[in-house]
């Protein structure tokens, strides 16, 4: 027989283990077609870059569409009159004495469970972080129908400032549509896409490609086929590599594929918040600037160094020819 105090420790061990699986856990977000988001890249600390990414998205959203409202907010009901009828119904309504047992709390408890799910579920904001099960990238689902405006004007805003107000991102590129990572869905998404940007006026354009944790998708059969479709839209498109006016993103992550049509995006040094920030071109041109400086003094240097030998040079030869010429013989 086993004592009386280590039955007691058992029954409560059991006790607290049934209730545990009570809790409920919050299912991971993950990719799905057609969603539309900002797509981030880092070399270290993804968390810290996940928390810099809502802090920028919601910063720069409540300036241009307003502080974000909840949709599913709880409505107040209002407190109806007490009355006789009321009063019977309360009294049907309560359990006889004695009558309540631990299965009904479970049904309780599996109820409001229920009902959290449904309202995690239904609830929609604004930005959303999402899985993408690859190391160091990070996608930021929105509810935005627009990502490519708020993306530029972030951009811009940064390039004005010189302010990135991030340490962990790298890049912010906003998506406009995710697709499966195969080639009919990702012509298939890219075709409606490119009606929007290509079919009205002819330009120039460039492709973007990178994959990642993905060999399936190869970089040349995926260029060319987008660039035929590019043409068929309009036949006046053409590739410019270096200098495009619109350039077509694609990103494959695993089993997924993110497009997206960006203007001026080589000139916004593909959306790199830290060159932005601090492009390299002013360091390279101060850089200029200060070796024109320094090499402009040290040819006056040089110049003054030569004048002076010059000058000391011409005041000997005149002293030498104003010297008296002494021959030894003297003249009564």
């Known amino acids: 027989m086993e004592p009386a105090a280590k039955k007691s420790k058992m029954g409560k061990n059991q006790k607290f283990n049934n209730n545990k699986k009570k809790y409920f856990h919050a299912k991971r977000q993950v990719l799905q077609p057609g969603q539309r988001g900002f797509f981030a890249t880092c070399n270290i600390n993804e968390k ?26 709880p409505e107040q009901k209002q407190p109806e009159e007490a009355g006789p ?64 405006a708020l993306g530029k004007h972030i951009i811009n805003d940064i390039a004005t400032t010189g302010k990135s107000m991030s340490r962990f991102v790298l890049r912010l590129v906003p998506i406009e549509v995710v697709c499966r990572a ?49 043409n068929a839209k309009n036949v006046g498109n053409k590739v410019d590599l ?31 918040l830290a060159e932005l920030a601090n492009p390299s071109d002013k360091k390279s041109s101060d850089a200029k600037s200060q070796s024109s400086e320094s090499s402009s003094k040290g040819n ?4 003054k160094t030569i004048g002076e030998a010059a000058s000391s040079e011409e005041s000997k030869t005149s002293n030498d020819k104003n010297k008296p010429t002494d021959n030894g013989d003297t003249k009564n």
């Open 48 to 73: 810290a870059c996940v928390r810099e990414c809502y802090n920028l998205l919601n910063h720069y959203a409540d300036i241009l569409y307003g502080p974000e409202k909840p949709e599913n907010e």
């Open 85 to 148: 009828a009321g009063d019977a119904g309360e009294d049907e309504r309560k359990p006889a004495a004695g009558g309540a047992s631990d299965d009904d709390d479970d049904d309780d408890l599996e109820a409001a469970a229920a009902k959290c799910r449904e309202k995690l579920s239904q609830r929609k904001v604004r930005f959303q972080n999402v899985d993408t099960n690859t190391t160091n990238c990070v996608f930021i689902r929105t509810q935005l129908e627009d990502p490519v």
């Open 182 to 230: 195969n080639m009919p869905d990702i012509i298939s998404a890219a075709g409606l896409l490119f009606d929007k940007h290509f079919l009205k006026e002819p330009t120039s354009y460039g492709i973007i490609f990178n994959h990642r944790y993905n060999q399936q998708i190869k970089r040349d059969q995926i260029i060319t086929q987008l660039a035929e479709l590019v």
């Open 242 to 272: 270096k200098e495009a006016k619109k350039s077509i993103i694609v990103e494959v992550l695993r089993g997924w594929c993110l497009l997206s049509v960006i203007d001026n995006y080589l000139e916004s040094k593909k959306f790199n």
């Open 300 to 303: 006056n240097e040089e110049q």
